[in-house]
């Protein structure tokens, strides 16, 4: 083997040791950050994790006053593998948080709110979507999709989309099958001072219409 193509080996493999050890790094301070946050904000009474590949994110279920349970799902982007850099740009490239807020009291209407992207790489699937009708709306100088049952939809819903910041916020669903407020964050990164205050608002929201 020639020196040059043992200097390209130990060069790649120095690579993938440097973006495996700092992506993984990066990977560990979110995943701490992100369920620190929401259990400065939700104040569970109890708390089940389950962690996802390592440091790809986790799930837990909170169990949260004013509500049935609370469940965050955290999905990270594999920041330690070499082989996904390439792939960022054909997906989102960014961390995706799912908040589900399971109500004490009844839902009546579905209702969407889904953020418009060029390319619809984070468009969610809406399995219904024929029965339900569809307008195009500006909040906070970002164009979304509302989808929902009737005109008769409850107004409030829309109010939820001034507590979520509008750099993050891609998906709000109402879901009446399960009674299930659920929320979609796509990031980066995110400040753990920002999601504290988000998570809060949203939690206030349910417990004070329907706890």
Do not use: W
């Amino acid at each position: 083997m020639s020196s040059r193509l043992i200097a390209l080996f130990i060069a790649i493999s120095l690579i993938i040791s440097v973006v495996y050890y700092m992506g993984y790094k990066k990977n560990v301070k979110i995943m701490k950050k992100v369920a620190e946050a929401l259990e400065d904000a939700l104040k569970p009474k109890d708390k089940l994790y389950t962690y996802l590949g390592g440091v790809l994110g986790f799930s837990v279920e909170y169990q949260v006053e004013g509500t049935k349970k609370v469940v965050a799902n955290l999905r990270l982007i594999p920041r330690q593998s070499v082989l996904y850099l390439p792939f960022m740009f054909l997906t989102s490239g960014k961390d995706n948080l799912q908040l589900l807020f399971y109500t004490k009291k009844p839902l009546k209407c579905e209702f969407h709110l889904i953020r418009k992207s060029p390319l619809n790489l984070t468009k969610p699937r809406i399995y219904n979507r024929e029965k339900l009708r569809s307008e195009i709306c500006n909040i906070n100088g970002t164009t979304f999709e509302m989808l929902y049952e009737s005109k008769d939809y409850d107004n409030r819903f829309k109010k939820i989309a001034d507590i979520i910041p509008t750099k993050h916020f891609n998906h709000l669903a109402i879901t009446t099958e399960n009674n299930i407020i659920y929320v979609q964050l796509l990031f980066y990164d995110i400040e753990k001072e920002l999601l504290v205050k988000t998570v809060q608002g949203l939690k206030r929201f349910i417990q004070e219409n329907y706890a």
